[in-house]
């Protein structure tokens, strides 16, 4: 499966943006989605996951309450809304696909996308 992240950019601090991962190749709907992000100088962390069916939903404490992972099978894309955003949200966000369900473990996830840059100004 291919993976096409966007949506990113340049907000304010509390602003929202919406990141959209498109997938093309193989089926979508059995592949669990994930959002991870890396900043300049720090690991990649994971963000987000959902369920290939979109049922279960994961997240890092750090953002919980203020971004939204989504899916939409007939379109063959995932999303993450994100509100409220902070400075410390800044990285580059990428989204990935596994066929068993890793949730956090972003190590697990065989196809990944490139990155999409989300800078949130102070």
């Not at 991962?21 to 059995?30: E, H």
């Not at 290939?52 to 992972?69: A, E, H, L, N, Q």
């Amino acid at each position: 499966v291919q993976l096409q992240a966007s949506g990113g950019g340049l907000v304010q601090a509390g602003g929202s943006l919406r990141l959209s991962c498109a997938a093309s190749g193989r089926t979508f709907s059995p592949y669990h989605m994930g959002w991870s992000r890396q900043a300049p100088g720090k690991e990649r962390e994971f963000v987000a996951a959902i369920s290939w069916s979109g049922r279960y939903t994961f997240y890092v404490d750090s953002v919980k309450g203020r971004f939204t992972i989504s899916r939409d099978n007939a379109n063959n894309t995932v999303y993450l809304q994100m509100n409220s955003l902070k400075p410390e949200d800044t990285a580059v966000y990428y989204c990935a696909a596994s066929r068993t369900w890793y949730g956090s473990q972003i190590e697990g996830y065989a196809y990944w996308g490139q990155g999409t840059q989300v800078t949130v100004s102070s």
